[in-house]
Every structure is written in C-alpha cells, then in structure tokens.
C-alpha cells in the first residue's frame, strides 16, 4: 500500500507540474465573457516573457521583488519541516528514539550528509556540518519550489510601456487571462524562485567565502593570511620570496573568483532551467514539459549537492595544516 501511495503521490506532484506549466498567466479580476475568452485562447499558447532582474509587486509605498516572496516560502517550508521533525526531540517523549514520519525524513537527510562531510572533513565535520546542511537543504528546497503550480505563471497584470512588446488581456470568469495577440499588458508574478534571481546565489557566495576564511582563521590563528600577503618571503626569501609573494597575491584572488563562480554556477543553471521550461511549455503545451519537470528536479538537486561540496572542499583545504611546508 505505501508503494501505492508513493506512486499516486508522484503521479498527482507530475500532474501539478503538467497544470502549472501550461496555466496561462492569471490574476485576480472580476470580469465576465468567459466562454467567449476560451474560444479565443483555444489552440494559443502564450509566448514567455524572459526577464533577468526580479519583477518587483508594489505593496503601498514599498516595492518587494517577487523572488524575495519566494525566499521567504523556501524558509518557510524549511522552519515548519524542522519544527515538525524535532518536535519529540525537543519535548523529550519517547517516541523520538523511533523516529517515524518527518523526524525519520530530518534524521536521514542529517546522517546521510553529515556522513558525506565526513569524509572531506574529516572530525572538522561535526562543527561545520550545520552551515553546509544548510546550504544543501536551503539551495534544494529554493529550486525545488520553482516547480510549484502559480511560480511564474500566477500574478498581477500590468500595462506595458509605450512601445514595448505587450500582449491582449481577456476575461475568464473571475479572472483575467493573457492570450497570444498582440496587445498593451503583461504579467508580474507574484513568485518567483529565489535562485533566478542572482542577489541570492551571490549572497550565498558571499557567506560560503566568508565562513571559509572564519574556519581557517580558528584553526590556523591570523597567520593564515600569510599564504595571501606573504611581507615575510618578499623580504627573506630572495627571487623565490618574490614568488611566493605574487603566488600568494594570485591565491588571493582565486578567493574573489570563488564567489563569482559559485554565484553564477548556481544562478546560471537556474535561471536557464526557468527558461527551458517556458519555451518548452510554449512550444509544446502538453506532456513533454514533464521530462523537463523530472530534469529540473534533478538539476535542483545536483546545484544543491555542487555548492555544499565545493563549499566543504574549500574549507578542508583553507583549515588544513601544511606543517612546515
């Protein structure tokens, strides 16, 4: 029976996916004509709209870029899973030393990853384990949610600028839908995944380099900077101290390069991966935008795995003791 269950669970999140990704865009209206707006948009597939930056929702005065919405979900969803998963753990019954359910799902996610860090960390694992979990959970979970019916397809219509491309509005009952003609609107999403967007990644970025140099610094004390400004080769060592000296300047810089690489690595496969799927689904409005739905999930999944690895893998070498060489 739990086969069963799985199997109509896995087919019913497909089917969603299958929903969302040719749901034309909508938002809230109250409007009329529905029957003649589904004449209209029989056999039309609205063409993607392809923007980099977040659209922003004007709430009031304040103006909140959508990706923000979807951040604050992804976080959302990883506080509930962590309340529900340790909530026997923190009241100390004894149904924690069974774990079922969501704890059985937090405790596997925990072990099988911390067993991972283990191996690149070594006993450093279980200190810096908590940070690189999060990393892998939060990146997961963010990308994971870009497959979620109403992510992109679901928001308030706007009119276009003058002179920019725009497309024709028509009710559909309480709603208003875009269609494939030419006209003066557009759609803003009220959610957008938080990783197509690259202040996110590049925030993430920016915390991995940060804590790795933390990381060396507790284990090596202030003179790991000397294998980036190296004054004590450059006035000891002779022409081999010069080297030293411009080799600790280029280390210095691959640090700067890591957060360039790991923002764009994680931005680009996610923004390219929301783009596949609009053309896709644009292009062929049915079945075959669910094999691009499975990838995603995998891609999401494998980004997730890349930047905690990558991460722990820095750190292993910035904390390493190279003794006397």
């Known amino acids: 029976m739990r086969k069963v269950g799985t199997v109509l669970v896995i087919l019913l999140a497909i089917g969603l996916c299958l929903f969302s990704c040719v749901l034309s865009p909508v938002t809230s209206k109250g409007a ?7 004449k209209d948009t029989m056999g039309s597939v609205v063409q993607p709209h392809i923007q980099m930056p977040a659209e922003f929702l004007h709430i009031g005065p304040v103006r909140i870029p959508n990706s923000l919405l979807g951040t604050l979900i992804a976080d959302l969803i990883l506080i509930v899973g962590a309340v529900a998963g340790t909530r026997y753990i923190r009241a100390g019954r004894p149904e924690a030393w069974v774990p079922r359910g969501v704890q059985n799902v937090v405790e596997w996610i925990f072990e099988g990853v911390s067993g991972l860090l283990r191996d690149v960390l070594g006993e450093r694992a279980e200190r810096m384990a908590p940070l690189l979990i999060t990393f892998f959970i939060f990146i997961l979970v963010a990308n994971w949610i870009e497959l979620f019916p109403g992510f992109e397809s679901i928001g308030i219509i706007e009119e276009v600028p003058e002179g920019a491309h725009g497309l024709k509005v028509v009710p559909l009952g309480p709603i208003q839908m875009l269609t494939s003609e030419e006209g003066h609107y557009t759609l803003v999403p009220f959610l957008r ?29 202030w003179g790991y900077f000397n294998r980036f400004i190296n004054i004590r080769a450059l006035k000891h060592g002779g022409a081999m101290g010069i080297m030293d000296f411009v080799v600790g300047l ?48 995998f891609v999401g999944f494998i980004q997730a ?14 904390t390493a003791d190279h003794g006397a060489h």
Do not use: C
């Open 32 to 38: 009329t004509g529905a029957i003649k707006a589904i």
């Open 193 to 221: 995944a938080a990783n197509t967007d690259l202040n996110v990644p590049l925030a993430l970025a920016l915390v991995s380099v940060f804590m790795t140099q933390v990381y060396a610094v507790q284990e090596q004390g």
């Open 250 to 297: 280029l280390e210095g810089m691959s640090e700067v390069t890591k957060i360039i690489s790991f923002a764009f690595r994680l931005f680009g496969n996610i923004f390219a991966g929301m783009v596949l799927l609009a053309v896709i689904s644009s292009l062929v409005p049915f079945l075959a935008p669910v094999i691009f739905y499975l990838l995603e999930v």
């Open 305 to 318: 795995f890349v930047f905690m690895m990558l991460t722990a893998a820095f750190i292993a070498v910035a």
